[in-house]
């Protein structure tokens, strides 16, 4: 079975400055992908990044980067130079192989102050 | 390009009646989600349709849930009869190639379902 813990029910961050969120999991599996979703008040379910289990490099996209640590099974999203719209819930969330279903986490609301 | 449309955006109802929440998967996918997000239980997977057979239905609640792919494109979810207790968040999702691990889900925007 799969699980995806985010330890950080909370974070908060001022405006410019860095935020990592936390994200591990458990699987026995040798492939898998991870993913990190953004939703913010209103509602929506925002795709912001991926990393394969193969992937050498850590993933990145724009001021989003993912802090992939294969041994620790560990893969933190990093938000470089925060924004205010930047608040919002953010869940982690894995995919096995042959599944094409998520497991994710409970999430983690950032709130982003000025 | 047009993303995941789901409707209605927000249900109240009473107690007993039908509820039937509809979904259009992006144009060429071919996997179709339907998900519950509540503050107790967060996000749950119901159901999971490939090329419109449903794969695994073992999120689904009980009997009066139940969801179609009457066609490669769309979706419905009905509960009957509806109860307080499914009032929930409930979110489709789709995507595209199942041996495409990289292929991210793309959610619709929800439908807010209150019970009353």
């Known amino acids: 079975a799969q699980k995806i813990t985010q330890t950080q029910p909370g974070m908060f961050v001022q405006e410019k400055e860095a935020v990592t969120l936390d994200c591990t999991y458990d699987?026995?599996?040798?492939?898998?992908?991870l993913f990190w979703y953004k939703q913010p008040s209103s509602g929506e379910m925002i795709f912001l990044i991926y990393?394969?289990?193969?992937?050498?490099q850590n993933a990145t996209e724009g001021r989003y980067s993912l802090n992939f640590q294969k041994a620790r099974k560990s893969a933190n999203l990093v938000i470089s130079a925060s924004q205010l719209g930047d608040s919002a819930m953010y869940f982690c969330?894995?995919?096995?192989?042959?599944?094409?279903?998520?497991?994710f986490g409970k999430g983690t609301m950032l709130l982003v102050s000025p | 390009d047009a993303g995941v449309i789901q409707s209605p955006r927000h249900e109240v109802t009473e107690m007993g009646q039908e509820v039937t929440l509809r979904c259009k998967l992006i144009?060429?996918?071919?996997?179709l989600f339907w998900y519950r997000q509540t503050m107790m239980r967060g996000l749950e997977l119901l159901i999971y349709?490939?090329?419109?057979?449903?794969?695994?239905d073992s999120g689904m609640p009980e009997d009066r849930f139940s969801a179609k792919m009457p066609n490669a494109s769309f979706s419905t979810l009905k509960i009957q009869p509806s109860e307080p207790r499914d009032s929930a968040v409930y979110f489709c999702?789709?995507?595209?190639?199942?041996?495409?691990?990289?292929?991210?889900?793309?959610f619709g925007d929800g439908t807010r379902l209150s019970i009353l």
């Open positions: 999702a789709s995507s595209s190639g199942q041996q495409r691990r990289n292929q991210p889900q793309h």
């Open positions: 699987t026995s599996d040798q492939s898998y992908g």
């Open positions: 990393q394969g289990s193969y992937d050498e």
């Open positions: 969330a894995m995919r096995g192989p042959g599944y094409s279903t998520l497991t």
């Open positions: 144009s060429g996918h071919n996997s």
């Open positions: 349709f490939n090329n419109n057979v449903p794969i695994d």
